[in-house]
């Protein structure tokens, strides 16, 4: 078995990666040997989808601004290389994919991985430099890694870049600005990418994987119900209903978007939870998605609303989706994926 803490050092709430094989559901897990950069990996979900695509045999290089924790995790690990990285700063990501260069052939999947909540606060309270540092983590931290890890990709072995969101990408996030803006540019940033990188055959999608029990909650607790409003509720809620099998639908969903059957997926925002990625309808219908308005950043107006014929392909695929995780905990507003 393979574990990771995902809230804190001391966790609370230790991750059991189980195996996954009841989450497939009819889709195809991805081919063994890809090399896979992971951003943030050490804690939190970076953490759980390092351990999980390297025992699945992929070759991992990773980094994260905690040079000490990833020593602890990953020092000796099989399949698995590290090294400290900043990524709001430039000369960092610059430097720490000079060495992937070195020790990789080329870079497969670039999954991003790392994030900060931001400061918590109504926008008149909260500190404006503390609001900017966030965006630079959190989104001009995804520009920089995409910008330095293209050149090290190979148009013919179909690369694929995971942006991660959520949250405030879908809905507005009260008490959590910076985290909600960084988010939803996320998945614009990515909509672009996936139409400027495609005549390097490089596919770009966002990873929506729902609510998991990581330490970047703890600035929430921390500020505490004044500060944070009905959001700490929220939270603190969510974090008591957590289960340790409740990451094995991100994990699965994640293992989907970088196998060869999601191949041709480009410019999406995949939620884990809600969407029916693990349905036969989907890969049925996967071209028509990518030509579709689904899953994307749009205004929506009324006409997008007549005759979706895709959209009513894929309503009973949702609700089976939805039926079969079971999910124990219905997520709110400021985490759901749709």
């Not at 991003?112 to 630079?136: K, N, Y």
């Amino acid at each position: 078995m393979v574990y990771a803490l995902a809230y804190g050092d001391n966790s609370a709430y230790p991750v059991r990666l189980r195996s996954v094989d009841s989450c497939k559901r009819g889709v195809d897990v991805n081919k063994a040997g890809k090399s896979i950069v992971i951003t943030g990996a050490s804690s939190g979900i970076g953490a759980t989808l390092t351990r999980a695509f390297a025992a699945d045999g992929h070759h991992l290089f990773v980094c994260a601004r905690r040079a000490d924790r990833l020593g602890e995790l990953y020092e000796g690990a099989k399949n698995v290389q590290f090294a400290p990285c900043d990524v709001s700063k430039e000369a960092d990501v610059r430097s720490f994919f000079a060495l992937a260069r070195e020790r990789l052939t080329s870079i497969d999947v670039l999954i991003h991985c790392a994030a900060v909540m931001g400061p918590v606060g109504q926008v008149t309270d909260i500190d404006s430099e503390a609001w900017f540092e966030a965006l630079r983590t959190d989104l001009f931290g995804a520009f920089l890694v995409t910008k330095h890890a293209v050149p090290l990709m190979q148009p013919e072995r179909r690369p694929r870049i995971l942006l991660m969101s959520g949250g405030g990408a879908f809905d507005p996030m009260p008490h959590l600005s910076a985290y909600g803006v960084s988010k939803a540019g996320i998945v614009r940033l990515a909509e672009t990418l996936a139409v400027e990188l495609a005549p390097r055959n490089i596919a770009v999608n966002v990873f929506a994987p729902g609510f998991v029990a990581t330490e970047i909650f703890d600035s929430v607790l921390r500020a505490g119900r004044k500060r944070g409003g009905k959001l700490y509720d929220t939270i603190v809620n969510l974090l008591d209903g957590w289960k340790e099998t409740d990451i094995e639908v991100p994990l699965a969903c994640a293992r989907f978007l970088i196998s060869d059957a999601a191949a041709k997926l480009t410019g999406k925002t995949i939620s884990a939870r809600f969407d029916p990625w693990d349905q036969p309808e989907f890969l049925a219908n996967i071209e028509d998605i990518i030509a579709s308005n689904l899953y994307a950043t749009q205004r929506t107006s009324l006409d997008h609303l007549k005759g979706d014929k895709v959209a009513d392909r894929l309503a009973r695929a949702a609700d089976r989706h939805r039926s079969s995780i079971k999910q124990a905990v219905p997520l709110s507003r400021i985490v759901k994926g749709r």
